[in-house]
């Protein structure tokens, strides 16, 4: 590669580096997440119809911790001058989100200082990325994950790529590779799917990509962290309507909110509902009785499909 080539992307770089760091996203706090139950039980206890756990939540919402994590949306240059980002593919053997796409990242631990050390050292942990080459720039807003993890995505600046030694942890990651961050913006290697859950729609995206003859499928929250990533980046939306509803809601003016937002309120309390559900499930299995939850939790799993075993857990 031309040195001086070489010399105008690492000012490229800085230069988004120190841009980014301007970026600050609208103040958030769990207890945000808090006043979304407290507002929100009558509906969803209406909707589910099991009065019974939301009261039992409502009752005890002391005892209930939402579990953090972070990821790292790592961005360096290509060699065509593009801002690509580092991304895996999990392990065929994890028994959550197996052999699918995802950034470097997990639950925050003891001794991490901020959701920066969290995205760091998974990084590591994952795929041999030393945090030293990683300059941390800003966060994005926290996402939701349907196993009530709220995610917070963190973007850092990979200013020399030839350091990195991809040295994927065989126990999590199968495949380490990069995607172009543009592409999230684009409408090319886009598919969609519409879902509903309790009742309400919402669109998961799906891109496709291929390099080295091997295709990855790269969607749901990943998608959805890479997109929002992607506007704050090139300071454009995407050329189609996100319509995610994992991420945490903001109104007109960028703060997070709770009033006004019966879809966004009502599937998370919905997915707290059922974390509670599966918690009794679990007493009957293991010999207790909990009157009237196993029906219930055995039509859900019949007619619906819901894998109880999965609410809540997590690999990393």
């Not at 790592?74 to 989100?97: H, N, P, Q, W």
């Not at 196993?147 to 200013?159: A, C, E, F, K």
Request: glycine content about 6%.
């Amino acid at each position: 590669m031309d040195p001086s080539n070489n010399n105008g992307g690492q000012k490229r770089l800085l230069a988004l580096a120190q841009r980014l760091r301007l970026h600050k996203p609208p103040p958030f706090s769990e207890d945000m997440l808090e006043k979304i139950m407290e507002e929100s039980k009558g509906k969803v206890v209406s909707r589910v119809g099991f009065p019974e756990s939301a009261t039992a939540i409502a009752q005890n919402q002391g005892e209930f911790r939402f579990k953090r994590a972070a990821v790292l949306i790592c961005i360096f240059e290509g060699d065509a001058g593009e801002l690509r980002v580092i991304l895996t593919k999990r392990s065929s053997k994890l028994s959550m989100y197996s052999g699918e796409v995802a950034l470097p990242g997990g639950k925050a631990e003891e001794g991490d200082n901020d959701d920066g050390d969290t995205a760091k050292r998974e990084a590591m942990e994952e795929v041999g990325l030393d945090p030293q080459l990683v300059d941390v720039v800003t966060f994005l807003e926290p996402f939701f994950s349907k196993y009530l993890i709220i995610v917070v995505p963190v973007i850092g600046i990979l200013h020399d790529k030839k350091a990195f030694k991809p040295a994927p942890n065989p126990a999590e990651v199968e495949a380490v590779f990069d995607v172009p961050l543009e592409m999230f913006l684009k409408d090319e290697k886009r598919k969609q799917e519409e879902r509903i859950w309790m009742g309400e729609k919402y669109v998961i995206h799906l891109f496709e990509y291929e390099i080295e003859h091997k295709k990855y499928l790269i969607w749901g929250l990943t998608a959805g962290m890479l997109i929002r990533a992607a506007s704050v980046v090139y300071q454009r939306p995407p050329a189609f309507l996100e319509l995610n509803p994992i991420m945490i809601p903001r109104d007109e003016k960028g703060s997070y909110i709770a009033q006004h937002l019966e879809v966004h309120s009502s599937v998370l309390l919905s997915q707290i509902v059922l974390f509670s559900l599966r918690e009794k499930f679990l007493q009957v299995l293991q010999g207790s009785r909990v009157e009237g939850t196993f029906e219930f939790c055995l039509l859900m799993h019949v007619v619906v499909g819901y894998n109880f075993d999965s609410i809540g857990e997590s690999d990393s």
